[in-house]
């Protein structure tokens, strides 16, 4: 191979690494940060791009998909001095690669730190129990904390969760117990308000039945009332005379004394009873 040849093969190479090395392919949702000579010229966006060798550096590819960041459980105290373990868990995206890559030196490392800080002041002034059911107000106070915090280093913090809240041990023994009793105190009311509802329903119906038992003797009474009406009435209708009424008293105390009675009274004035039926039948006339 002769000397020219070899020059030739070599200027290729060159040539071939220096393209090589100018060009550039950015991922979709990830960026480049480019420096040129040591100093930030641009920010490379999806697609394919050609830099200067030897004078640009491109930096590793910054992912600008959203990241969730799940950290340790950190001790906090609250308001009454109640030392609780609270891990969070928080959800944040690259929104400026040449902010993040130069606003602050290990920027998960930051966010971590940032958010205990920010948890221990905020639940600082907290009582236990109003930690344990302002989960929402905690969690939205650490969002926009974050979020201000965070600009600066081109990161957008979207969502932060506490994930767990671990009270001392004793105190979720007295809790547990403060549970049972609460749910024991509901079972009792519903116990007493089903009796009482029954007991009601039981009461309403021996009502009814009251009711309807004395509009049957009612209608008895008035039946009875009626037929005895009736038939005086077609006594008066027939004109029974004083001898036709004396012999029905004599066959009503004949039916009397066959009956179970083991005293009768037999009034002397049977003749003035005669003449009591007689006036009744006038009445009934007039």
């Given at each position: 191979m002769s000397t020219f040849s070899i020059v030739l093969i070599t200027i290729a190479s060159i040539v071939l690494i220096i393209l090589v090395n100018s060009v550039r392919l950015v991922r979709q949702s990830t960026a480049v940060v480019v420096e040129r000579?040591?100093?930030?010229?641009?920010t490379l966006q999806t697609g394919l791009h050609l830099i200067i060798p030897f004078f640009d550096r491109a930096?590793?590819?910054?992912?600008?998909?959203?990241k969730v960041a799940d950290?340790?459980?950190q001790p906090v105290i609250t308001k009454d001095n109640v030392t609780m373990q609270i891990d969070t868990v928080v959800?944040?995206?690259?929104?400026?690669?040449k902010l993040f890559s130069y606003g602050v030196d290990r920027p998960i490392n930051a966010i971590e730190n940032l958010t205990a800080t920010t948890l221990r002041n905020i639940v600082g002034d907290l009582e236990l129990d109003e930690t344990l059911t302002s989960r929402d107000m905690v969690n939205t106070k650490m969002r926009i904390i974050l979020d201000e915090a965070t600009d600066p280093w081109g990161i957008k913090v979207n969502r932060v969760e506490l994930k767990n809240i671990l009270p001392p041990a004793d105190?979720?023994?007295a809790m547990e117990k403060q549970m049972r009793a609460e749910r024991e105190r509901r079972e009792s009311i519903i116990r007493a308000e089903g009796e009482k509802r029954s007991n009601i329903l039981v009461a309403e119906g021996e009502k009814e039945a009251a009711v309807l038992r004395a509009e049957a003797i009612k209608i008895k009474l008035i039946t009875e009332a009626e037929g005895q009406?009736?038939?005086?009435?077609?006594?008066?209708?027939?004109?029974?005379?004083?001898?036709?009424v004396t012999l029905q008293?004599?066959?009503a105390l004949i039916k009397?004394?066959?009956g179970q009675a083991t005293k009768i009274i037999v009034p002397s004035n049977i003749q003035d009873i005669a003449g009591l039926f007689a006036s009744v039948s006038e009445t009934l006339k007039k």
């Open positions: 000579l040591g100093k930030y010229n641009k930096n590793a590819p910054i992912s600008l998909k959203e950290f340790q459980p959800y944040f995206q690259i929104t400026d690669p105190i979720q023994n009406a009736m038939a005086i009435k077609k006594i008066v209708d027939a004109k029974p005379d004083a001898a036709y008293g004599y066959e009397l004394a066959d």
